[in-house]
């Protein structure tokens, strides 16, 4: 069996209720053995923690910008101290998921814009702190997220994910040239996301590594119209066992195989987010 590495899942959203354990076992039994699990919200800090524990997984702890409209700045400091208990944590790997978020419009006011960078800024602070990695939240701002990598820097520079990543070829080569690598998912199914699909094929393979975002972007074997939801139909629930579909997408747009694709992109994880070479075997 060719065994994967889940670098994006939200096991601990309200959609998974009840069904983690299922969720895992699916997710083992389709060769994915390995899962990081983002938190969004101080509030979830300690379920995420608590998940990654239970499943032998691993976890990143940080404030989504959809969720920086409701939280506090004492938020940031509920952060730095979880981080700090957590230093010697194996499966803290990462400060994610943050970012900054330009496509949701109450996000787009200029109040709201500098909220998001007050807060993107501050977690990389403390990622720079704690010596972590991060993970990124890239949706319409990727120049903007660029700015601020290359303002605050650590000493041994940026290692880490841009999760979910949709943006230009010049913006792709500067997060690379940082130090990052391009999560790649369930929006790569899609024929008709060219742009995305042409990065997928073209980047450098050392560049790419492969997430779900379950339970969130479903590939379009899940997916559900607005037609369809109108007509009764739920919208499809994404979750680690797809990402093995989801990435023979990927390798047959590199011409290469599943298994190539696999071992590549493990090791890309292992070098965005160092703490997971204790967990994970290459």
Same mark, same amino acid.
């Given at each position: 069996?060719?065994?994967?590495?889940?670098?994006?899942?939200?096991?601990?959203?309200?959609?998974?209720? $009840?069904?983690?354990?299922? +969720?895992?076992?699916?997710?083992?039994?389709?060769?994915?053995?390995?899962?990081?699990?983002?938190?969004?919200?101080?509030?979830?800090?300690?379920?995420?923690?608590?998940?990654?524990?239970?499943?032998?997984?691993?976890?990143?702890?940080?404030?989504?910008?959809?969720?920086? *409209?409701?939280?506090?700045?004492?938020? %940031?400091?509920?952060?730095?101290?979880?981080?700090?208990?957590?230093?010697?944590?194996?499966?803290?790997?990462? +400060?994610?998921?943050?970012?900054? =978020?330009?496509?949701?419009?109450?996000?787009?006011?200029? &109040?709201?814009?500098?909220?998001?960078?007050?807060?993107?800024?501050?977690?990389?602070? %403390?990622?720079?702190?704690? /010596?972590? *990695?991060?993970?990124?939240?890239?949706?319409?701002?990727?120049?903007?997220?660029?700015?601020?990598?290359?303002?605050? @820097? *650590?000493?041994? /520079?940026?290692?880490?994910?841009?999760?979910?990543?949709?943006?230009? =070829?010049?913006?792709?080569?500067?997060?690379?040239?940082?130090?990052?690598?391009? $999560?790649? $998912? $369930?929006?790569?199914?899609?024929?008709?996301?060219?742009?995305?699909? #042409?990065?997928?094929?073209? &980047? !450098? &393979?050392?560049?790419? +590594?492969?997430?779900?975002?379950?339970? =969130?972007?479903?590939?379009?074997? &899940?997916?559900?119209?607005?037609?369809?939801?109108?007509?009764?139909?739920?919208?499809?629930?994404?979750?680690?066992?797809?990402? !093995?579909?989801?990435?023979? @997408? @990927?390798?047959? %747009?590199?011409?290469?195989?599943?298994?190539? %694709?696999?071992?590549?992109?493990?090791?890309?994880?292992?070098?965005?987010?160092?703490?997971? #070479?204790?967990?994970?075997?290459?």
């Amino acid at each position: 069996m060719t065994f994967w590495i889940d670098t994006h899942c939200h096991l601990d959203a309200a959609e998974f209720a $009840g069904e983690a354990m299922a +969720v895992h076992a699916r997710a083992v039994a389709a060769g994915v053995t390995h899962c990081v699990i983002p938190a969004v919200a101080a509030g979830n800090f300690s379920k995420v923690a608590g998940l990654a524990h239970a499943f032998s997984w691993s976890y990143a702890l940080g404030i989504h910008p959809l969720c920086v *409209p409701d939280a506090a700045e004492a938020d %940031l400091e509920t952060l730095d101290e979880a981080l700090g208990r957590a230093r010697a944590d194996p499966r803290l790997v990462a +400060v994610g998921e943050i970012g900054l =978020d330009y496509f949701v419009p109450a996000l787009t006011t200029s &109040l709201m814009r500098e909220r998001q960078e007050f807060f993107y800024r501050a977690q990389l602070k %403390l990622a720079r702190k704690h /010596g972590l *990695p991060v993970i990124l939240h890239v949706r319409r701002s990727a120049d903007k997220l660029l700015k601020h990598l290359r303002e605050i @820097v *650590p000493e041994a /520079g940026w290692t880490g994910i841009g999760h979910a990543f949709n943006g230009s =070829d010049q913006q792709a080569q500067e997060f690379v040239k940082l130090g990052f690598r391009l $999560g790649f $998912g $369930g929006a790569v199914t899609f024929e008709p996301a060219l742009q995305l699909r #042409r990065l997928a094929a073209e &980047l !450098p &393979l050392n560049a790419l +590594v492969m997430e779900t975002d379950s339970p =969130d972007i479903p590939p379009y074997w &899940l997916y559900k119209t607005a037609a369809d939801r109108e007509q009764g139909q739920a919208q499809g629930r994404n979750e680690p066992a797809e990402l !093995p579909r989801i990435a023979e @997408v @990927v390798a047959s %747009l590199r011409c290469m195989t599943p298994q190539a %694709l696999a071992i590549a992109t493990t090791a890309n994880a292992l070098a965005a987010l160092p703490k997971l #070479r204790g967990l994970v075997a290459a």
